[in-house]
């Protein structure tokens, strides 16, 4: 008697404690009665009769991601596999449809993904689907978002994750992207250079007309200093034929000095021995003379030589030999 009791007592006390249960945070529970539906039940504890009543099921009210993928072909017959990220959840107020309307949410899900991909990747080239993935992600959520909300979920987002054409196309692709940024390269480097080539051909320029100004200010100045050089020797009695020849030794002199200064040099000047200077004088000096001789005699030739005088007729002798012409 007292077993049979204690039996009881525990076979009381589990049903008493059936009789109560939790439910988590961001879940709900379904309970029915007798195979028939009874409420839905939130988070916390919460209290079913035992036996008559039971939990049917805990649905998930998190987001939740499902991750499609979906092979298919764009408008100019390049096939590609897609990923499709659906984030979804359960309306919390309708956790009855979401329960009893469908059996596998996430099959249902995967049949609208791949009917919207399929029907919008086929209008699209190969370059307008990696441009316009967010617009396919936009038409699959708004699809999805008509069909899902009547079975009691909600669609937080979609997202095309991964665009994956076949390894020929991509390295096709490739090769094209390279092509057009080596040609950018070298019309970089051709501009490169020719603004290179423009601007050294301007700073030769201008290196050559300083030049050019330097020496012909240079000899300006030369003749300016042999002027006065002429004048100065001519004021103390020499000739300019005898300065210009000083000058021509000076100078001749000045240039041995400088090229003596310098211990690398291998000019050689010739002639260049003692008596180089003289002859040179000389040789000067009696070309200047003869060069004077000549010329006297060219201007005392053109004297002489004078243009004969045209021949007037007289007027007394036409009258005289007229008649005989005429006779």
């Given at each position: ?41 939130n988070s916390g504890l919460q209290l079913k009769i035992p036996i008559v009543d039971r939990i049917a099921g805990r649905v998930n009210l998190k987001i939740q991601q499902l991750d499609v993928i979906i092979e298919t ?255």
């Amino acid at each position: 008697m007292n077993t049979a009791l204690i039996i009881l007592l525990v076979f009381g006390f589990f049903i008493f404690m059936s009789s109560f249960f939790t439910v988590k945070q961001q879940s709900s529970v379904v309970i029915e009665r007798f195979g028939k539906f009874l409420s839905v039940r939130n988070s916390g504890l919460q209290l079913k009769i035992p036996i008559v009543d039971r939990i049917a099921g805990r649905v998930n009210l998190k987001i939740q991601q499902l991750d499609v993928i979906i092979e298919t072909k764009t408008k100019d017959n390049v096939f590609i596999k897609m990923k499709v990220s659906v984030q979804f959840k359960v309306i919390q107020e309708k956790v009855y449809d979401a329960f009893y309307k469908l059996e596998y949410p996430h099959d249902q899900i995967t049949a609208y993904v791949f009917d919207v991909v399929r029907a919008e990747v086929p209008k699209l080239k190969l370059d307008d689907v990696f441009e316009r993935k967010d617009d396919i992600a936009i038409a699959v959520k708004r699809e999805l978002n008509e069909a899902m909300t009547t079975y009691g979920y909600d669609i937080i987002n979609t997202l095309v994750t991964d665009i994956d054409p076949d390894i020929q196309v991509k390295n096709a692709m490739n090769r094209i992207n390279a092509a057009d940024r080596e040609k950018t390269a070298a019309e970089f480097e051709a501009e490169s250079s020719r603004i290179r080539i423009v601007a050294k051909a301007k700073a030769e320029a201008e290196s050559k007309r300083l030049q050019g100004q330097g020496i012909a200010d240079q000899r300006r100045e030369i003749a300016r200093g042999l002027v006065e050089s002429v004048e100065v020797l001519n004021n103390v009695g020499i000739n300019s034929q005898e300065a210009s020849a000083l000058i021509v030794v000076t100078q001749h002199y000045d240039t041995l000095q400088a090229i003596g200064a310098d211990a690398n040099s291998n000019l050689i000047l010739l002639p260049n021995s003692p008596q180089a200077g003289s002859d040179m004088l000389n040789n000067m000096v009696a070309s200047f003379t003869a060069s004077n001789q000549v010329g006297e005699m060219m201007k005392k030739n053109n004297k002489k030589v004078e243009k004969p005088k045209p021949i007037q007729p007289q007027s007394g002798y036409e009258d005289d030999i007229q008649p005989d012409v005429q006779q």
